[in-house]
């Protein structure tokens, strides 16, 4: 499996991209050092080598962190032709 620096930007398929997105899940706890909850949106952070990044705002009610939850819901929605 590529990294995620060298997987293609462009998918062709919906079942394309809920693979990346599943990668990109599993991957957050491992960069992310806080979280910061204030109303409906969460503030990423990720510490590294004395440098700190910040993430977009994130919408809580639309976004769904935890992989196995994202794969139920997708599973809900997916057809396949």
């Known amino acids: 499996m590529s990294s995620l620096a060298e ?9 394309e991209f809920a ?9 957050l706890p491992k960069v992310v050092s806080n979280t910061l909850v204030k109303d409906d949106y969460k503030i990423l952070t990720s510490d590294i ?11 809580k009610n639309l976004f769904i962190q935890n992989s196995h939850a994202f ?3 997708f599973a809900k929605v997916h057809i396949t032709a």
Do not use: E, H, Q, W
């Open 7 to 15: 997987d293609p930007p462009s998918k062709k398929t919906i079942a």
């Open 19 to 27: 693979g990346i997105t599943v990668r990109v899940l599993n991957y």
């Open 49 to 59: 080598a004395g440098t700190t990044k910040i993430v977009r705002p994130i919408n």
């Open 71 to 73: 794969n139920l819901a």
